[in-house]
């Protein structure tokens, strides 16, 4: 037996097993206009809640699944630290478990890392009701197949997710934002020249003639970037607020963009190397993540959307604003498809966890 | 390896050999296949020599397409394959399989690829860990991760192990460090896990390829990150008189809010044994050192080691001594490096393991170690990845002595039993292979050892690759797993190791 509230998640597996019936697994719901078709009963997760443990000194939080985001975040921010990948939160109710599902992460990405790498361990509840533990609370660890960190982005198909256990960093001791006006070809060359170079940059976004940078690390290091690369600074208030809206999507492309919606367009998210020239497809394009991740809202066929960004050696994700019907993630081709579909098989034979969210089909 | 083989006589595996030989030959050039005695022994065992096992053949392909026809192959014919790379593995991870074919990889050594804005490096998977940050040297650019064998191990052995190296802390693992792999599935099927941008769709399945030992695919090609090689390091060497101000010291640098590029700790027996071998200048009276390593802009180093200093003197450092050029930053981290070859001089054998812990039990562990020198009557010397909690206490034992190899194995078990209790794990990067198979009875329930089973399966559903490692079978479970050094011989005693 395990404690009440997990018994009970375990009990609603069982049940679902035997009923032949399936299960949507849900948090605070923040995040329900993404990913593929939704169907079953809701699991809520949100019984699941509270840090478990965590000590700065050794850089790791282990929070349970339906804990908030929020709650989270303040708890690091107490002690200096923070998720160096700045999951991004849809709204207030966001929790730690949808937010490793999902696996998106902020601004930071290409400098800090994704969700993914940040996933120490985590104990998962399969779709044979057995709750599964694998990786651990510590840094090193190659014991086993590293399954925790495959759940990150798994959209809930292997299993739900019950607690996490991140690596999490001190804050950074200083920062500064600095502004260019730049076309988008110069920046994407600019911000790949710097990268090659051992400056702090933290954080990069161009739209519309303008590329903005995040500098994070020593202030030592800080002043002297600041001073070899030039530009426009930005002053902190004002800066913040604009990392944080590119981060939550509160920032005006983002609510252009879902404007659009009602006239036809679809919020695109194009994770792309980061030396891909300018992707020649027509609406507004957000660059991020020194040129890795681009969003594009856009009215344009998304067999046209997939196969510019695959041909420039990426994969399109319809973010927002589409039908879900049509696929929400790049396909897969062989053998890849076959290994999701026996890996599902794997975790969930019967099928019970979040059928569709991630590939129609992918269920037995 | 982890059930036992049915009993095969000599002439059933003549004539299996036979059998697969003539399969294989109309598949590869005849230089590239060996399966006489003498052509196949060198392969009986990789950096582990404790495990050895004859293959049944060794294929050494040059070609992508000759590797998808050896799996083809193998995969019509039921037989086991396990890849190898450059052998230097230290938990058998390439102990061939008695009826399996052995595929070496060390023909896949070419660099294809150095980009300089994209700031990656495509590579052959044989090619030398080292080799590739040479290679991007001319650019300003490097591959982080550096396990100490980098001189000799190969990136596709790296990507199977998931190594480290005493840098991980900043800048993390192998995994952290690999964009794309390519490589084939058991069937010969050409497979891509990654991609060039940051995530490819779907499932992360890098992060699961990562560190599987060679069991869910064999890979060819990596493409890795290359990052921006930092201006300056500079090292402090830190003493401490008692080990618990120096586990505490550990905790307080990273509680202080640094993330230091190395992090290391030696008790006094190890810097005793090494300082004997490289006379680096350690301090001998110390029950404890550590080595914290700064690096960055000139200016953000100065910062750090000021901070770093200031912290180590509050946690009570009896002595400081901060690098003053390369020569002398590289002379504290020699003894650091060649702590396992030292241990091989002061005794006749030794054991090496190599669990995790939380940072806040290091000084716990070093004392129920000294307490378990106690009681199995056998010496323990210490060095500690500190900053992330991964410990190789290397047990001293004679094995001519049964007595004393029955009493370094009972110790052994007891530190990784140890570590499990602490909130540990039973290896932080020498990989379970052989080696721990039954230490990975400690660490997992029953069903998430099936778990991973089905993993495997779904990979590869016949178990033809690197069969019977990692995940051990419930039988298995009964005995904990340990590295049994003969006579301090190491394999590749040439290679500093940690």
Redesign the interface.
Known sequence: MHEPALQSLVDRVQEARAGHGSLNIVGGDSKRFYGGERSGESLDMRALSGISSY??????VTARAGTRLAELEAALAEC?QHLPFEPPRFGPGGTVGGMVAA?LSGPS??AA??V??HVLGATLL?GKG?V???G????????????S??L???MG??GAICDVSLKV???P?ATATLRFEMEQAAAL?QL??W?????PINASAWWSGMLVLRLC?????V??ACTALGGERIDEPLAGGFWNGLRDHGDEFFVTARAAFDAGATLWRL?????AAPLPLAGEQLIE?GG??RWLCSSAPAARVRDATAAA???A?AFMGHERGGGV????K???DR??R??K???DPDGVFNNGR??PGLCP | MNAPLPTLAAADVAQRRAEVVAALGTVLPAHALLWRNEDTVPYECDGLSAYREQPLLVVLPETESQVAAVLRCCHELKVPVVARGAGTGLSGGALPHRLGVTLSLARFNRIVQL?????TATVQCGVRNLAISEAAAP???YYAPDPSSQIACSIGGNVA??S?GVH??KY??T??NVLKVRGF?V?G?A?EFG???????????L??V???EGM?AVITEVVVRLI????TARCIMASFDDIGKAGDAV??V??S???PAGLEMMDKPMTAAVEGFVNAGYDLSAEAILLCESD??P??V???IRRMLDVLTGCGATRLEVSRDEAQRLKFWSGRKNAFPASGRISPDYMCMDS?????RLADMLRAIRRMEVEYGLRCANVF?AG???LHPLILFDANDPDQLRRCERFGADILETSVAM??????????GVE?LS??CV???P???E??F??????D?GELLNPGK??PLLQRCAEYGRMHVRRGLLPFAELPRF
């Open positions: 000590e700065p000194s050794e850089l790791v200096h696996g990405r290409a890392g994704g993914r790498d399969s057995e599964l533990r694998f651990g609370q510590v840094m090193k660890n190659v014991a086993g197949y590293d399954v960190r495959v990150a982005g798994s198909v292997l960093l001190p804050l001791a060359q790949n020249e990268a090659g170079r051992p400056l690390g020593a202030a030592a290091a002043r002297a994770a792309l190397p980061q030396t993540w890795a991740q050696g990426g994969h994700t993630f790049a396909p897969l062989s053998p890849l290994i999701h026996e890996l098989r794997a975790f991630l590939y | 980009d300089r804005l994209a700031r650019l300003g650019l192990e998931n480290g991980c802390l993390g693992l995994l952290h599935t069937e099927e497979v991609s060039e941008a940051l995530d490819a769709a779907g499932l992360d399945l992060a699961l990562v560190g599987s869910l921006p090689k930092p201006l905790a307080q990273i509680a809010g640094i993330i960055g802009t200016e953000e100065d910062e750090e995790t812990i939380p940072r806040k990845h992330d909690g991964n909130g540990g794990t039973i290896t932080g990067e020498h990989g379970v721990k230490s990975m660490q997992f329930s069903e998430e050892r778990q991973m089905a993993v495997k399966r779904a990979f559903l990692v995940i």
